[in-house]
């Protein structure tokens, strides 16, 4: 195949993949700079890019949309390899590779059980298979939770969720007026403000990663030239041990640990709080901060506490804050309210159910009796949607919703709780085993306790996505689409709205 023909198949699935809407586009352009196309047939296509680091990173968050491109344009199983080219050279000799023929294989499918290659050139070529949009997982890991995600396909997958995150929908109030005003000047203007880095903190659920992702969406869609990454700590810090734990192995893995977050033009840390104490990880963090504030490049950080609270060396603590450092406090009432309101008419849209209505003393009674924590009232929200749901009503009366919301009024949290607390509640209601519950199964009769149980850490635990994920041995983005999952079956199901209901009553009562 000549060089004009493989650019243009390549370009063929360059286009399709640009038209899937959970892509990240712009990592995704800055990937098509750093890899070329070298040989396309049936079944198969190379790749190279120029070290391993970048082999890495491409096989990890993109190896999974491009097989999807390949099949969705051709109809028929592919495997793509990714090999390193350090000769410099644009384009090598095509490799003439033969598929053994085999079914279509599914989305359900593990990546083992992808069609093998078989070349005399194959102890030069590595197979791989990353399940689609699963980024940052080791892949035995990231099989399992794409499968479960892939068990209820139309709910909105984690990066199209992400995407929701927007300046348009944050509400607004005097108690977070200052940070959104902030983000708002970082994001239209990324590295050219004197907020760098801007620096966001307050208590968990009043809306500092929603600000993040909001700054992330936005320079996304436009400045498109320029690659924003976003990481929680935790996973910076995973990513991190990764790296020391291979070094011995491959000497550069400090570097191309550097190198990823050294590509960013805006790079956001969530959750900095966690890594105090992780003087290595805080050093060659350090690193990064250094170079990309020097190259004009953009910070964002997040912490539930103020940085002077950070129990770091006074260096760090003192460029943390050398740009804009900004609270978000606890909403007042008229800011619930309209938090209120906010989640009301994305149910009627996302629903399409414009005759929904929640009289204006009621959304008033739910943000006063209410505490600080967003996901609280959104909670509140949505059982009395699905109440009214139930019960076929048009409108709903104060005393009603008093009674409907007592238990959830008791209060979302309980001290000293764990998420192994919830684990073991969750397994004896269920009377399923532990170890099938953080294990790898795909029995629904696991599946579905395993979601209630992340849903169940989130709504009582001040604590990260990637934290739960942990806890279960799944990615973040596995336990963002599981409370999604629930949250919805919440608003229809009423079986489950009672063993939600019952589950949380048992875990107050520990």
């Not at 906010?342 to 209410?370: C, H, R, W």
Request: charged share 25%.
């Amino acid at each position: 195949m000549s060089v004009p023909e493989l650019n243009q198949k390549w370009n063929e699935v360059c286009t399709k993949i640009s038209s899937y809407p959970d892509v990240n586009h712009s990592q995704f352009n800055a990937l098509l700079t750093r890899i070329q196309p070298q040989a396309i047939s049936d079944g198969f296509l190379l790749l190279t890019t120029e070290n391993s680091f970048m082999k890495t990173w491409a096989e990890k968050n993109f190896s999974g949309v491009i097989l999807r491109a390949l099949e969705d344009i051709y109809q028929m199983p592919f495997n793509v390899m990714i090999e390193i080219d350090d000769s410099g050279e644009q384009v090598i000799p095509p490799v003439e590779v033969a598929v053994s023929p085999a079914p279509a294989p599914s989305r359900y499918q593990d990546a083992e059980q992808i069609p093998q290659v078989t070349s005399s050139d194959e102890e030069h070529l590595e197979r791989f298979q990353v399940p689609e949009f699963i980024s940052h997982a080791p892949s035995h890991q990231a099989s399992s939770d794409a499968s479960e995600k892939d068990m209820d396909a139309s709910l909105m997958s984690p990066d199209a969720a992400l995407c929701s995150f927007t300046f348009e929908n944050f509400v607004i109030g005097e108690s977070n007026r200052m940070a959104y005003s902030m983000a708002i000047q970082v994001a239209e203007l990324p590295g050219n403000t004197p907020l760098n880095p801007l620096f966001i903190y307050g208590k968990s659920g009043l809306g500092k990663t929603h600000l993040m992702r909001a700054i992330q969406n936005y320079v996304n869609r436009t400045r498109p030239d320029l690659t924003t990454i976003y990481v929680d700590s935790e996973e910076l810090i995973s990513e991190y041990t990764d790296a020391a734990a291979q070094h011995d192995r491959e000497k550069s893995s400090y570097k191309n640990f550097k190198t990823h977050y050294e590509m960013a033009d805006v790079l956001l840390v969530d959750d900095i709080q966690y890594l105090q104490g992780k003087v290595q990880t805080l050093d060659i963090v350090f690193q990064i901060f250094n170079k990309l504030v020097s190259q004009g490049k953009q910070i964002i950080l997040s912490a539930d506490r103020a940085p002077k609270h950070i129990d770091i060396e006074e260096r760090y603590r003192s460029r943390f804050m050398q740009g804009g450092t900004v609270d978000i406090q606890p909403p007042e009432v008229e800011t619930k309210i309209a938090i209120v309101k906010s989640y009301i008419n994305e149910y009627k849209t996302m629903q399409g159910n414009e005759s929904l209505f929640i009289p204006e003393d009621v959304q008033a009674y739910i943000a006063e009796n209410s505490g600080s924590n967003i996901r609280e009232l959104k909670g509140a929200v949505t059982i009395i949607i699905y109440h009214m749901n139930l019960s076929h009503k048009e409108t709903v009366s104060i005393s009603e919703v008093s009674s409907v919301l007592e238990d959830h009024f008791m209060g979302i949290s309980a001290n000293n709780l764990t998420i192994d607390d919830i684990q073991k509640q969750v397994v004896d209601y269920y009377k399923i085993k532990l170890s099938d519950l953080v294990g790898s199964s795909r029995a629904r009769e696991v599946v579905f306790p395993r979601q209630i149980a992340m849903y169940l850490c989130r709504q009582f635990l001040d604590v990260p996505y990637e934290s739960i994920g942990n806890a279960f041995n799944k990615d973040h983005s596995t336990v963002m689409h599981s409370v999604g999952k629930i949250e919805n079956m919440l608003l229809e199901n009423r079986n489950v709205q009672e063993e939600v209901e019952f589950l949380k009553k048992m875990i107050k009562n520990l």
